[in-house]
């Protein structure tokens, strides 16, 4: 039986209806929900319990599975599981200015997964273990729209402009201190470009950008950073962003290549919220 698409935000983001955990995954179902991402930029499966190895399948499905930068936070046994978690090794809460809460925190920053790759990803699935019963929703924000509703002005500028890339930068620009990578897996991450408004496939264009970017390509870097900060605001504005509010074992899947998301802020040093996240590798350049 066809898959179902609920609508959830005036025709952005959309619930999954017949996806069950027995399902095989073959390549009718997977076309389905590859359509079903492209057309809607988020989609939401409620209420299935998955495991770990049927969320690596899922997301092998759909292509290639990243190995994400930070070694210490992937899963033991699914290395292209990475363990979004304000838990310790012990299973204690961590402290506020803990590295593992700094990092955390710093994805409360509109951005989108592995923009600072020269081959971004296509998509990520976050799959909720334990949540909090207040905060740490997760917003997404439609990059298709908000490059629609740009003034003439800012759409003139991103046109013609390309973006700086960078996760040394994005990293070093989290709220506080973490632990230093080493110079070993810096190298694996130089900083790239891409163009401020990517063309997919089907002819649509989006705003493409977040909080990897460190500068406008060519322009002085403080004013091309108070550039890049209005246009986000533009492009953030409430009438293109989806709110998730997580319920356990929620699985939402998104298309980072036409959407933004962030974390909105939860009692991190107090209450537990565990979650895990694949991401489904890219296959072509942003053009």
Known sequence: MPLAFDVLEEGFGAEIQGLRETDSLGPALVDELRKGLADFGVLLIRNEEITPERLVQLGNAFGELEILPEPEKRHPDHPEIFNLSNLRDDGQVVDYEEPQSVFLRGTERWHTDSSFRNIPCL???????????NGGE?????????LEGLPSDLREVVNQNRLVHSYVFSRANNPGRMDPMSPEEEAKYPPVTHPW??????????????????????MDVNEGRELVELVLQEATRPEFIYEHRWADNDLVIWDNRSTLHRLRPYDISNTRRVMRRITVAGTEPVI
């Open 197 to 218: 408004v990517r063309t997919h496939a089907d002819g649509r264009q989006s705003l493409y950008m977040g909080g990897h970017v460190s500068h406008v390509e060519g």
């Open 138 to 146: 997760t917003q997404f924000a439609n990059m298709i729209a908000a």
């Open 123 to 133: 998509c990520t699935m976050l799959y909720a273990v334990e949540v909090p019963e």
